[in-house]
């Protein structure tokens, strides 16, 4: 994924993530059980595996990247997005370490928008945002308690929650490979525009 907008495929990610999350995709999500007592957007579930999953992945599995010449180098841009989603496992916003990670922020955002009643969420529109910092930080705006901001429809009951990625850091250069990391009480989300992933990547 590179430099995080505009590298065409960080905008693919976008668009999937935006196809996923609105319409008749978006109400898949909504009527989607996992097995036991487990969600789809669940604490205790990866977010690369939940990627995976929904079809969230660049279509590339390319050795490199020909539209960002500053990195020729790039392993397969599927890998890169995977182990950008694992680095969200350690990251925090601006709170530290007394705040939710960011990959349990934007899990706890997506679980709590497919169940939602009220306000009515229809809908998630996804952003990423490239502001290089020492701090290093990737965190959701405005911050990981309170992550994203909801805007009614019309005059209607319903709203879209608007979700923007903060990054500080690009993806580290080099080869990057990622193993498949499914685990059990997974149910597959059916009918979704790209199909499940299930292959390591490297």
């Given at each position: ?56 992945y660049p279509q590339s ?103 923007t990625l903060i990054c ?35």
């Amino acid at each position: 994924m590179g430099s995080l907008i505009p590298n065409p495929m960080d905008q693919e990610i976008v668009f999937k993530l935006n196809t996923l999350f609105s319409g008749a995709n978006f109400l898949k999500l909504r009527a989607h059980t996992d097995g036991g007592s487990t969600t789809l957007f669940g604490h205790s579930k990866k977010l690369s595996r939940i990627a995976r999953r929904i079809g969230a992945y660049p279509q590339s599995t390319d050795d490199t990247d020909p539209h960002h010449d500053s990195m020729p180098g790039r392993r397969n841009p599927r890998a890169r997005w995977y182990h950008f989603l694992e680095m969200l496992e350690n990251k925090h916003d601006r709170a530290g370490s007394g705040s939710p990670t960011t990959a349990d922020a934007i899990k706890a955002a997506l679980q709590n928008a497919i169940t939602s009643t009220s306000p009515k969420i229809v809908g998630v529109v996804f952003n990423f945002t490239y502001t290089p910092s020492n701090t290093k930080l990737i965190f959701l705006e405005p911050n990981n308690t309170n992550p994203g901001h909801l805007f009614q429809v019309g005059t209607t009951a319903d709203h879209v929650l608007f979700l923007t990625l903060i990054c500080e850091v690009l993806i580290p250069a080099g080869a990057i490979g990622h193993n498949n990391n499914a685990s059990g009480n997974e149910n597959p989300v059916q009918n979704l525009p790209w199909p499940e992933d299930n292959q390591d990547q490297n």
